[in-house]
T-cell receptor
Framework: KNQVEQSPQSLIILEGKNCTLQCNYTVSPFSNLRWYKQDTGRGPVSLTIMTFSENTKSNGRYTATLDADTKQSSLHITASQLSDSASYICVVSALAGGGSNYKLTFGKGTLLTVNP | EAGVAQSPRYKIIEKRQSVAFWCNPISGHATLYWYQQILGQGPKLLIQFQNNGVVDDSQLPKDRFSAERLKGVDSTLKIQPAKLEDSAVYLC????????????FGQGTRLTVV
């Protein structure tokens, strides 16, 4: 069964500190992995999209890593800001049912709170 | 570039009533999706349209949920009759081609069924 597991479930850090969020997946056949940021009351916004051959991808203070062999990904946030407080969702895209249609499998997200 | 527009933002209804949500995707995006996100969980796909045809509605509770995409652009999602467990955020997303390309989400409609 395709699954995406994220840890920790929630995290509280002080402004200016770094943090790392984890994502393990069992989705196959793998196509790409995405990290989304979802602010409270808003829809998810894409941070990064990584394909099988990409190990690291950065978007400002966000750096995602991907190990396709161990099926693990991480999202590292550097010098956190209050505006980073949000839910971070790991999503994996895979071909569905042997056809040409893709499906997204969502993790439950990590709720990050950045305190002053 | 304008994003995915959804309305209303919030809706409170009593159980057994009906409700409809509207979505206007990004111009030129062929694929449109409706997701249900229950508090504390990731979004769950309800239905996927490619232009005005349904690609996947396997997780849509068809006894009470229906959706259509008018002329391959705007879409409406209807629930009739609503149940308490339908309380959730309903997200609309669109992508240029399919789910292997980047999906852009609207702000969602928060539905509360009392």
């Amino acid at each position: 069964k395709n699954q995406v597991e994220q840890s920790p479930q929630s995290l509280i850090i002080l402004e200016g500190k770094n943090c790392t969020l984890q994502c393990n997946y069992t989705v196959s056949p793998f196509s790409n992995l995405r990290w989304y940021k979802q602010d409270t009351g808003r829809g998810p916004v894409s941070l990064t999209i990584m394909t099988f051959s990409e190990n690291t991808k950065s978007n400002g203070r966000y750096t995602a890593t991907l190990d396709a062999d161990t099926k693990q990904s991480s999202l590292h946030i550097t010098a956190s800001q209050l505006s980073d407080s949000a839910s971070y969702i790991c999503v994996v895209s895979a071909l569905a049912g042997g056809g040409s249609n893709y499906k997204l499998t969502f993790g439950k997200g990590t709720l990050l709170t950045v305190n002053p | 570039e304008a994003g995915v527009a959804q309305s209303p933002r919030y809706k409170i209804i009593e159980k057994r009533q009906s409700v409809a949500f509207w979505c206007n995707p990004i111009s030129g995006h062929a694929t449109l999706y409706w997701y249900q996100q229950i508090l504390g969980q990731g979004p769950k796909l309800l239905i996927q349209f490619q232009n005005n045809g349904v690609v996947d509605d396997s997780q849509l509770p068809k006894d009470r949920f229906s959706a259509e995409r008018l002329k391959g652009v705007d879409s409406t999602l209807k629930i009739q009759p609503a149940k308490l467990e339908d309380s959730a955020v309903y997200l609309c997303a669109s992508s240029l081609k399919d789910l292997n390309t980047e999906a852009f989400f609207g702000q969602g409609t928060r539905l509360t069924v009392v």
